[in-house]
Every structure is written in structure tokens, then in C-alpha cells.
């Protein structure tokens, strides 16, 4: 297809489609003429991929360019591939020279170790889990992340990684991970809000009557 029915089916505009070939995100095509290439269905797989970090995920080109150099890379193992886009999703967090921040650190490390999941010092939510435990212990809430890392565990395993296709593209296989995590991420917060809301109804009605 060329350039301009690309645009049309993956609705990115044509000078966004030229941006991305000249930052690398997006693959050439193949040079029919000097001023005329084709276009297939791997460049709509990467558009999605590449539209899903951008709109969904929120993340900038340098991030992108991380996550489509692994794309690319077909050496790289599906767990390390899909480990990419996860790191960058992860927002960054710097660790705080305080007594708090390692007590809060070696709690979420303990409760790793308690779960036997198989997860790397490196990873970045380890941090982001410990600056959350920080905060509620500075607003006097209790951390008790277990129920939380049992439901979390349970929705990954039965469902989420269920909705990935691992045997078709790489492209496609990314731009799942990073919807599923983003969106229905979204999607439960919302529904935990929902929970709370029906269960104080049905806890405290009763006592406003």
C-alpha cells in the first residue's frame, strides 16, 4: 500500500508516519521508485505498537525507541521483550536517602520473597511500590499489601497474560501488554471505586433510614 492509504488505515497522518520513519520507530518501506515506496501490514502492527506507547502509555520517543528496538531485536526472549515495555511504563522513581524509604524497601522486598515471584532487584515497580508504602506510613495506614498482591497475582495468571498473542507478532504481542496493563489498570481502580461505594450502601444505609 502506499503511504497514503497507510495513513488511511492506521489513521496517523501522513507527516506523523514521516516523523516516525525519520526517528527510526517506524521501518522503511520498500523503494518501488524515487519518490514512491510500499507499505504491508507490519507497518499497521507497528503504528498500533508505536500509537498504544505514545497515546496510551504515555511514554516519550526515547522510551519508544527502547521498546521498538526490542520489537526488533527477534534474538531478544518474549519475557525480555515484554519486560521492556513494562520498564518503561513504570514511571521513575527516585529512592530516598531516609530510614523510612529502606524500611519500606525491605518490606516490599520481603513480601516478594514471601510470594517466591520471580522479579529482578532492578525492577523499577519495587521502587514505586516502596514510595507508596513510605507515604501511607506517613499518613498513619496500615501497609497491608498481601490481599492486594493475592488479587494482583490472580488477575495476571488467569486472565491478563491469557490475553496476549504470543504467536503472532512481536508488534501486536507489546501493544497488548501495554493496553491490558494501562487500560484495565484503569479499569479495576475504577471498579474498586464502585465495590466501595455499593459495600457502604449496604454497610451503612440501613443506619442513614
Same mark, same amino acid.
Given at each position: 500500500?502506499?503511504?497514503?492509504?497507510?495513513?488511511?488505515?492506521?489513521?496517523?497522518?501522513?507527516?506523523?508516519?514521516?516523523?516516525?520513519?525519520?526517528?527510526?520507530?517506524?521501518?522503511?518501506?520498500?523503494?518501488?521508485?524515487?519518490?514512491?515506496?510500499?507499505?504491508?501490514?507490519?507497518?499497521?502492527?507497528?503504528?498500533?505498537?508505536?500509537?498504544?506507547?505514545?497515546?496510551?502509555?504515555?511514554?516519550?520517543?526515547?522510551?519508544?525507541?527502547?521498546?521498538?528496538?526490542?520489537?526488533?531485536?527477534?534474538?531478544?526472549?518474549?519475557?525480555?521483550?515484554?519486560?521492556?515495555?513494562?520498564?518503561? /511504563?513504570?514511571?521513575? #522513581? *527516585?529512592?530516598?536517602?531516609? +530510614?523510612?524509604?529502606?524500611?519500606?524497601? !525491605?518490606? @516490599?522486598? %520481603? &513480601?516478594?520473597?514471601?510470594?517466591?515471584?520471580?522479579?529482578?532487584?532492578?525492577?523499577?515497580?519495587?521502587?514505586?511500590?516502596?514510595?507508596?508504602?513510605?507515604?501511607?506510613?506517613?499518613?498513619?495506614?496500615?501497609?497491608?499489601?498481601?490481599?492486594?498482591?493475592?488479587?494482583?497475582?490472580? /488477575?495476571?495468571?488467569? #486472565? *491478563?497474560?491469557?490475553?496476549? +498473542?504470543?504467536?503472532?507478532?512481536?508488534? !501486536?504481542? @507489546?501493544? %497488548? &501488554?501495554?493496553?491490558?496493563?494501562?487500560?484495565?489498570?484503569?479499569?479495576?481502580?475504577?471498579?474498586?471505586?464502585?465495590?466501595?461505594?455499593?459495600?457502604?450502601?449496604?454497610?451503612?444505609?440501613?443506619?442513614?433510614?
Amino acid at each position: 500500500m502506499r503511504m497514503s492509504e497507510l495513513s488511511t488505515e492506521s489513521g496517523v497522518a501522513i507527516p506523523t508516519i514521516k516523523y516516525y520513519l525519520r526517528e527510526g520507530l517506524l521501518h522503511q518501506g520498500e523503494q518501488l521508485t524515487a519518490t514512491r515506496a510500499d507499505y504491508d501490514d507490519a507497518h499497521l502492527h507497528r503504528l498500533r505498537l508505536i500509537r498504544a506507547l505514545l497515546e496510551v502509555g504515555r511514554l516519550p520517543v526515547a522510551s519508544i525507541k527502547k521498546v521498538v528496538e526490542a520489537v526488533q531485536d527477534e534474538s531478544l526472549p518474549i519475557h525480555e521483550l515484554l519486560g521492556t515495555a513494562h520498564y518503561a /511504563l513504570s514511571p521513575a #522513581v *527516585e529512592p530516598e536517602p531516609t +530510614p523510612e524509604w529502606e524500611t519500606a524497601r !525491605a518490606q @516490599v522486598d %520481603a &513480601l516478594l520473597d514471601r510470594l517466591d515471584w520471580q522479579v529482578t532487584a532492578e525492577a523499577p515497580a519495587r521502587d514505586e511500590l516502596a514510595q507508596t508504602v513510605v507515604r501511607m506510613h506517613q499518613l498513619g495506614l496500615t501497609a497491608d499489601l498481601a490481599p492486594y498482591a493475592a488479587a494482583a497475582e490472580r /488477575l495476571v495468571t488467569e #486472565v *491478563e497474560l491469557n490475553t496476549i +498473542p504470543y504467536d503472532g507478532p512481536r508488534d !501486536a504481542a @507489546v501493544e %497488548a &501488554l501495554v493496553l491490558g496493563t494501562v487500560l484495565y489498570g484503569r479499569a479495576f481502580d475504577a471498579l474498586r471505586r464502585l465495590a466501595q461505594e455499593s459495600e457502604s450502601a449496604r454497610r451503612f444505609a440501613r443506619e442513614a433510614d
